[in-house]
């Protein structure tokens, strides 16, 4: 009874093709959560698929129904093996987007798992069916080892997160006992490179909000008003102006953090941004003095995203009567969102464009979270992945993109910790999406090595 071997169990699952066999079954479900028509897929894909699986394992589980949109339930599966054990909580989401199948290359089915070469094709191979099938195979292996898990385990799997997870939070708020547990590990998003393990605390999350300016009804003719009538369009590019210099500095006081925490910029001086496959960096765009590790995971941004006056499809020789502009702040966790709205009022007034009106879009967004590199949990993971890969992992104490990540943190209070097994060029929410069989087989390893020592030497007091 060795880790040693549990991994081995790992590798030969993957060797002998039963975990391909096992996620091309789970492929086979055409689970489009953004199309309404299929409800029962979703549904199916809990009833015939996972409560199945877990259950082979031990598990109890029931299909939580969604009280935000009916037709994504979830499902939430437990297996108590003892009172005094640690106890684990692990997500992921059954849904895919569109299957997108007339863009697919020649002789890809999105609903089947196609081998070529080192790339698994299929909706949802790598978002976020490979992933979770890793970790569940993973729990798996360390089971038919152990003869059991040695901590409890629950699961939660839902079918909307590709239309925004709503019933998310109200789940968790009014599951919180059911989900008690001492920490979330779930797999979701790439590696901050293929061939670099990696773990992630948390994200950034998103405030948008509208510039807008309407002078007057209508436009007016260019030659007879031109010179007479102030340009909202100008006016407004002028207050953009004002938010952010000629080299993506934020200049709104209260929208950028007062600084990068030392255990951060710590952590972050470890990483290496390169934008490989992607367009070229512009170094000397955004804040000055940031590396670039730490201008995309320790630092916000505000960004123009959309930008209108007049009829940019037909321009006419008019002075538009108005202008729009849409914003985006990207954020960390030691900002407050709340605040946002006021400052950037605030900003505005003080630069005499009291004219331009503020409005947050409201939808419900996630907020951003982050784990302390310093946090015993996130020490114990890098150790355990480094035992079983033999390299360093490199850890972000979040991504840069967003996650409902807020949720398990502030809603249920966990440690939060996520192992991606995936990759920037899988083509997640394109056509061709692709896990990397590396990839999966080393995920499978990771996950079973984490699951192995959380019985052994978990960080809890
Ligand atoms: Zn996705």
Redesign the pocket.
Known sequence: MTRENAILNAEKMFDDGSFFNLLNRRVTHTTESQNEERSDELRDYLTREIGPYLEGMGFTYEVVENPVVSRLPFLIGQRIEADDAPTLLTYGHGDT?LAMTERWQDGLNPWRLTMKGERWYGRGAA??KGQHSINLAALNCVLHERGRLGFNAKVLIEMG??MGSPGLREICNRGKKMLLADVLIASDGPRIDPRKPTIFGGSRAVFNFDLSLTLREGGHHSGNWGGLLANPGVILAHAIASMIDTRGRVLVDGLTPERIPDSVRKALAELEVTGRKGPEIDPQWGEPGLSLAEKVYGWNTLEVLAFECGNPVAPAHAIPPSAWARCHIRYVADSDPEKFHAAVQRHLTAHGFDMVKVTPVKRSLFKATRMDPEDPWIKWVVSSVECSTHQKPAFLPNIGGSLPNDIFQTVLGLPTIWIPHSYGGCS??APNEHLLSALAKDGLRIMTGIFWDLAENPPIK
Do not use: L
Request: charged residues 45%; proline residues 0%.
């Open positions: 987007v978002d976020n997160e590709e997640q929410h």
